[in-house]
């Protein structure tokens, strides 16, 4: 099932990645260029295995590493009610 933003949480791009706000708190979380990345497909419903593949690739990194990645992007974005399944 794929990731959806948090009904209160608004998402802006920026030349250096995306902010994301909670209307409701007021608190905002700003993401890298890669960090977006990861959000967006994350909410277009691609796994996280292929996104961390992505990941690798593109930035030439080790598998490993990018899944780990993209897992503390995961559990972060959660961690803060930024997201929901």
Not at 17 to 28: A, F, I, K, M, S
Not at 49 to 67: F, G, S, Y
């Amino acid at each position: 099932m794929p990731l959806r933003l948090h009904p209160d949480v608004v998402a802006t791009d920026t030349d250096d990645g995306t902010v994301l706000l909670n209307e409701r708190t007021g608190r905002y979380w700003q993401l890298n260029s890669t960090g977006a990345q990861v959000l967006r497909q994350l909410l277009d419903g691609h796994e996280a295995t292929r996104i961390a593949a992505d990941v690798a690739d593109r930035h030439r990194i080790d598998h490993h590493r990018a899944e780990l990645d993209v897992t503390a992007v995961i559990a972060q974005l959660h961690a803060a009610q930024l997201v929901r399944t």
